[in-house]
């Protein structure tokens, strides 16, 4: 991880940089002002999967991809006129050529005549401080806006949803017993089943958003997206099966798409379930789950449609807003979690109702391999 010319450094500044640099927790990396990487610590190593030596001296182009490069030189032309750029967030190519999101804070370094030596890189799974962030004065334009993504939603709501989680089984556990006593007045054991009804609708939620988020990085990698509904019809099936619901399938050839299966599997999982739930009790309910590639749009597309009840026109202005539902039992986050989701995947989903019933959302999208 250490070019040669380190070797010139005192024992003093050798185990400073070891203290500071090599084994810092943080990932970092050093570039040239060419972008040719020049020194690499051990975290960065270890999230970008290099080993040892092997990424010394590579050009940009091993760190990100292609169509980004120009982004990554304007990022670090940016750093060099301000000195710095905090949390931006950028994708970068890991050895294996899988895709890490992060927030990439770019340094400037400087020597005593202001002249440009090179850059340091912290690479931050999430952003470390993104609210703070937004009150530095370097901080890019529009930091606002590009930050608020799914890793940090993700982050967020599995923080949120694990701390309210044990109060409400608290909750619910004790107007559970509360209801059960015997010889309880009328207005109590109502109560009772109140506070449990609406505690239950709590914990549904909650359940949603840990289902949705995760603690770690949204990581993209090259998969098939007929792989990933197969994946999902699979954790399904047996309540498709009880429902006398019939799938059919339809997987074309297309290019793999760059995704993070954890959250797409959710995302597809959730789509199957609202068509299950939209046939629930009618006579030949059936879904339909079709991949391919559009040629027009030069988009993979994965659609699940299904020949229930459909949307009203009105309900489709709705769909995507936070706790939208129309369901005694529902969240309304599964469609506005999904739509988080493909968005940050660079992708869109489309919904269409067509007059004669039934309803079909697709997912598109663009980040081909
Ligand atoms: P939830 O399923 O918890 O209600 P969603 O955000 O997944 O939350 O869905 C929001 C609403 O969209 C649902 O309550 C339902 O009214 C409508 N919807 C979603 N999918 C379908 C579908 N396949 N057919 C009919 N309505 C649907």
Not at 219 to 234: F, H, K, N
Request: hydrophobic share 45%; charged share 20%; aromatic share 8%.
């Amino acid at each position: 991880m250490m070019k040669k010319e380190e070797a010139g450094m005192t024992g003093l500044q050798r185990s400073l940089c070891d203290t500071i640099f090599i084994n810092a927790q943080e990932p970092m990396l050093v570039l040239g002002v060419d972008l040719q990487v020049l020194l690499v610590n051990n975290s960065a190593l270890k999230l970008l999967g290099w080993t040892d030596g092997a990424i010394n001296g590579k050009p940009a182009s091993a760190l990100v991809l292609e169509k980004d490069l120009k982004e990554f030189s304007d990022l670090a032309g940016l750093a060099a006129k301000n000195g710095v750029v905090r949390n931006y967030r950028f994708y970068m190519l890991t050895a294996a050529k899988s895709i890490v999101r992060l927030f990439l804070t770019a340094q400037a370094l400087k020597d005593e005549a202001g002249g440009i030596n090179g850059f340091c890189f912290y690479l931050s799974p999430v952003s470390p401080d993104e609210w703070s962030a937004l009150k530095d004065p370097h901080v890019f334009r529009n930091a606002a806006r590009k930050l608020g993504r799914l890793t940090s939603i993700g982050q967020l709501t599995s923080m949120f949803a694990h701390d309210i989680k044990n109060p409400l089984h608290v909750i619910l556990s004790t107007s559970e017993l509360l209801r059960a006593q015997e010889g309880q007045p009328e207005q109590v054991r109502a109560g009772a089943e109140l506070i449990e009804r609406n505690a239950r609708r709590a914990s549904k939620i909650v359940k949603t958003l840990l289902d949705f988020s995760r603690s770690g990085m949204c990581r993209l990698e090259p998969y098939p997206v007929a792989d990933a509904a197969e994946y999902s019809l699979g954790l399904i099936d047996s309540a498709l099966k009880a429902a006398k619901i019939n799938v059919e399938k339809d997987f074309a050839q297309a290019p793999k798409v760059f995704l993070d299966p954890h959250y797409m599997h959710s995302v597809i999982y959730n789509l199957l379930n609202n068509a299950a739930q939209a046939l629930d009790g009618r006579k030949n309910g059936a879904i339909k789950v079709s991949s391919g590639w559009l040629e027009a749009e030069q988009e993979v597309f994965l659609t699940i449609a299904d020949n229930g009840p459909g949307l009203e026109p009105a309900m489709l202005e709705n769909l995507f807003q936070p706790f939208f539902t129309t369901k005694e039992n529902g969240t309304g986050l599964g469609l506005y979690l999904a739509r988080q989701i493909i968005d940050e995947h660079g992708g869109r989903i489309l919904v269409s109702s067509p007059p004669g019933g039934g309803a079909s959302v697709s997912l598109r999208f663009k980040k081909t391999v």
